[in-house]
């Protein structure tokens, strides 16, 4: 591509352009530097006609222009070299080379670095700005007009070639010579060449270009290269998860026919099963079938049989309708022969208490134990175990109530604990002892409640009548009074022991007496 390739729209163009092209050094189609630049008019020492905007001078050198042959304002060229195509020779300037971008930048690069070493009078106008840009800015934003520069000036290329051969050694004197050494960077080479523009130098640019291409088709190629090595390699991971991914199938596959074979296997099992079971229903339903039969033939049979039963029935019921009647008049004669027998027996007793002189007696045996609390050691008398009864049925209470003379005994706190014992002590005896005194008015029974007491409460309410109200002495309990009542008492006299305590209950048990638990008295008193 030409040297004059803007890199950069941030710095004005129109006048490093307008430059060149008044300076003759572009070709008709624009297309870079002339191999030889005739000097103009302004090339004499004439002054630039115009300047560009921001100080940038548009038409030409800056110092006047003059071939690589014509001597400097301050005298003649002393570079050693003539280059190539000079209008000595009065050939025509051939057009400028297309130079591949690499050269051209380096091109660039070599005249920005050299570019401030210049003195002030040896810069072009036009770059005289660009001079002041800071190194890393200088070639990129200052080389449109580095390239119009160099294009259309040939005494300025001419000095920045001097320095830059000074600066490159024995690069540039090779160069200078028109040889390119071996080991040289081909960009490096293709920039001195323009720049110098020794004898061939033309070809050294196409070789550059060539090597430079070459080079870039050689990047092109080992990226194609890597390109296809990365897609290689990922075809290979590919192929890889693939034979991961197949060796999984095929052993889901694997793991799917063994349940298609244990689900054929459990298919002809249930098939096998159904049918047995069809079987068995077959000869259910023959069973059943037979059973109703059986059934049938039974409740015809039960049918008949009820007829008869029925028929049996009304015999029995007419059989005892004429054996309630005897029996009616048998009972009649019973009644009349026990009435007989107790009018007797009453008469005789009466007799044997007139002639035994027995008077009412005021105490009871009861009243004998409650005064004289003495120790005795009375035998059971025969027949007593014939008087015990094991029952704590609630209503066995008003059945043994209702027997004549009987005594009722009854161990309070045990029933007063069970029945109210959130109340004192106070209030339990209160309660208990109104209730007895309603059960001896009702019944006309004896009754008889113990307390445990060392002594005798004082300040108790006075006891209704039929209630005997006893507290144990010192040293005695409540159970112990208790049992020498029973014992007290004469053979067949029906006594009721009311307590819940066990072995209060198996002691008076052993004397004759009824023992009760407390619940059954409790309910007593709630229902009267």
Do not use: C
């Not at 950069?8 to 490093?16: I, K, S, T, W």
């Not at 039969?293 to 008949?304: H, L, N």
């Not at 009871?364 to 025969?382: E, N, R, S």
């Amino acid at each position: 591509m030409p040297l004059t390739e803007p890199h950069d729209d941030r710095l004005p163009q129109e006048g490093p352009v307008d430059a060149v092209r008044d300076a003759g050094g572009v070709g008709p189609d624009g297309g870079g530097l002339p191999a030889a630049i005739e000097p103009g008019p302004e090339a004499a020492g004439a002054e630039p006609g115009r300047e560009a905007a921001e100080g940038v001078v548009a038409d030409g050198p800056a110092n006047g222009g003059s071939t690589l042959e014509g001597s400097t304002p301050e005298g003649p060229a002393d570079d050693g070299f003539t280059p190539e195509g000079s209008a000595d020779d009065g050939s025509t300037p051939e057009p400028e080379p297309v130079l591949p971008e690499p050269v051209r930048q380096r091109i660039v690069a070599l005249t920005a670095a050299v570019l401030p070493g210049l003195p002030a009078d040896e810069v072009p106008v036009p770059l005289r700005r660009v001079a002041k840009f800071a190194p890393n800015r200088r070639a990129r934003l200052g080389a449109p007009a580095i390239a119009a520069q160099l294009t259309g000036d040939p005494l300025f290329r001419q000095r920045i070639t001097a320095r830059v051969l000074a600066d490159t050694g024995d690069l540039g004197a090779a160069v200078l010579e028109g040889t390119a050494p071996a080991a040289a960077d081909p960009v490096e080479v293709a920039a001195l060449a323009y720049l110098a523009r020794p004898r061939g130098w033309r070809e050294l640019i196409e070789a550059s270009g060539a090597a430079v291409r070459a080079e870039a088709d050689s990047a092109v190629v080992a990226e194609l290269v890597r390109e296809a090595e990365q897609r290689a390699t990922r075809a290979e991971h590919d192929r890889a998860v693939a034979r991961v991914e197949a060796e999984k199938l095929r052993d889901e596959l694997a793991r799917v026919r063994e349940e298609l074979g244990q689900l054929r296997e459990e298919s002809r099992q249930l098939g096998r099963s159904l049918r047995e079971t069809q079987a068995r229903e077959r000869k259910a339903n023959e069973l059943l079938a037979t059973e109703r039969g059986r059934a049938a033939r039974a409740t015809a049979d039960a049918d008949a049989e009820l007829r008869r039963v029925r028929a049996r029935l009304a015999e029995a019921e007419a059989a005892a309708g004429v054996a309630r009647a005897s029996a009616k008049e048998a009972r009649s004669v019973d009644d009349a022969r026990l009435w007989l027998l107790l009018e007797t027996i009453g008469q005789a007793a009466v007799g044997l208490r007139r002639e035994l002189a027995l008077d009412p007696v005021d105490k009871l045996p009861a009243d004998f134990v409650a005064d004289a609390f003495a120790d005795q050691t009375a035998a059971p008398a025969a027949g007593a175990a014939t008087r015990a009864r094991d029952t704590d049925d609630p209503a066995r209470l008003d059945q043994l109530l209702a027997l004549p003379r009987a005594h009722l005994v009854v161990d309070g706190y045990n029933v007063t604990k069970r029945g109210f014992g959130e109340m004192s002590l106070e209030q339990q005896r209160k309660r208990l002892i109104t209730g007895l005194g309603g059960i001896a008015a009702q019944t006309g029974d004896e009754v008889t409640v113990v307390f445990d007491g060392a002594e005798r409460m004082h300040g108790l309410p006075p006891s209704p009548r039929g209630v005997r109200v006893l507290f144990s002495r010192k040293g005695e309990t409540a159970d112990e009074l208790i049992r020498r009542l029973v014992r007290a008492e004469p053979p067949g006299r029906p006594v009721v022991v009311v307590s819940s305590d066990r072995e209060v209950a198996d002691g008076v048990r052993r004397h004759g007496a009824y023992p009760l638990g407390a619940d059954s008295l409790l309910r007593r008193l709630a229902r009267s």
